[in-house]
């Protein structure tokens, strides 16, 4: 009983209830934070940039759109080489903005 009070008591290490034992365990710790870190920064850029390129979208700015799809396009295709994003999700991501894009410039 007292051993489960103290473990509901303790305040999270690097994001993790408990303190690794090993000298690898702690090495393979600090490396998933490193890790987590730079693809929650990835992935906030992919964000930034896609609500950058839908607001040029929204108002129908043709060529400003389609300058910015390539730059949103690269964003997209490194997160994927850095395996932070499946794919075809992001194939799927870039289709739908170049069929948006063509919509608003008929």
């Known amino acids: ?3 489960l009070l103290t473990l509901l008591d ?3 290490v690097n994001n993790n ?3 690794p034992q090993h000298k690898s365990a702690k090495k393979r ?3 998933s934070d490193r ?3 730079v693809n929650k920064a990835v992935k906030s850029n992919v964000s930034t940039q896609l609500k950058a390129i839908d607001k040029l979208i ?3 700015k043709v060529e ?3 300058a910015k799809l390539k730059v949103v396009m690269s964003v997209l295709h490194k997160s994927t080489k850095k395996k932070i994003m499946h794919l075809n999700k992001a194939s799927r991501t870039i289709s ?3 069929k948006d894009i063509t919509a608003i410039s008929k």
């Open 58 to 60: 929204k108002d129908k």
């Open 17 to 19: 209830f408990y303190m």
């Open 96 to 98: 739908k903005l170049q």
């Open 10 to 12: 303790e305040q999270p």
């Open 29 to 31: 710790l600090r490396q």
């Open 35 to 37: 890790k987590k870190t």
């Open 1 to 3: 009983m007292y051993k």
């Open 64 to 66: 400003e759109s389609m």
